[in-house]
């Protein structure tokens, strides 16, 4: 399925891998796609909130989480994670993404997936989908991105 991804959407799977890296997170889920998406200019300006506001949210996501089971990592830091040939693999939930992206791009008769076309799938995933729930701790409406998405606005 990459090879039917533009530039730019290739672009925004490296920078969910490296997000997922600067994390300390061993696989590339829907939070780092968004993150990856918010590498790119045009989805700062639909999404509203950019990069370090988005990475700011979901450290207060994982700080929270953890405290419910009662855990305070205040003070901790992340272990890096070492450097791997194998490739880093998608949670079910980014696999899921690609092919609504696909979607997105055979509805705006594309041939290629775009940055814009992950976004759009992206804002399909609901809650408990850590995408979702970043969004939603970031105050995004999902409409109205949606709708700034389609007009370009």
Do not use: N, W, Y
Request: glycine share 8%.
């Amino acid at each position: 399925m990459f090879e039917q991804f533009a530039a730019g959407a290739r672009e925004v799977v490296t920078s969910a891998l490296s997000e997922a890296t600067l994390r300390g997170d061993r696989r590339i889920g829907t939070e780092h796609l968004l993150l990856g998406v918010l590498h790119e200019p045009g989805s700062v300006r639909a999404l509203g909130t950019d990069l370090e506001t988005a990475r700011a949210a979901l450290d207060a996501l994982d700080r929270s989480a953890l405290a419910a089971v009662g855990i305070d990592i205040q003070g901790i830091e992340r272990p890096s994670i070492p450097a791997s040939r194998k490739r880093t693999p998608f949670t079910s939930g980014a696999r899921a993404v690609l092919p609504r992206a696909l979607a997105e791009t055979r509805k705006a008769s594309s041939r290629r997936i775009t940055p814009e076309h992950l976004l759009l799938a992206l804002l399909d995933c609901e809650q408990p989908d850590p995408a979702a729930e970043l969004m939603a701790q970031l105050g995004i409406d999902r409409a109205a991105v949606r709708e700034r998405i389609r007009t370009g606005a």
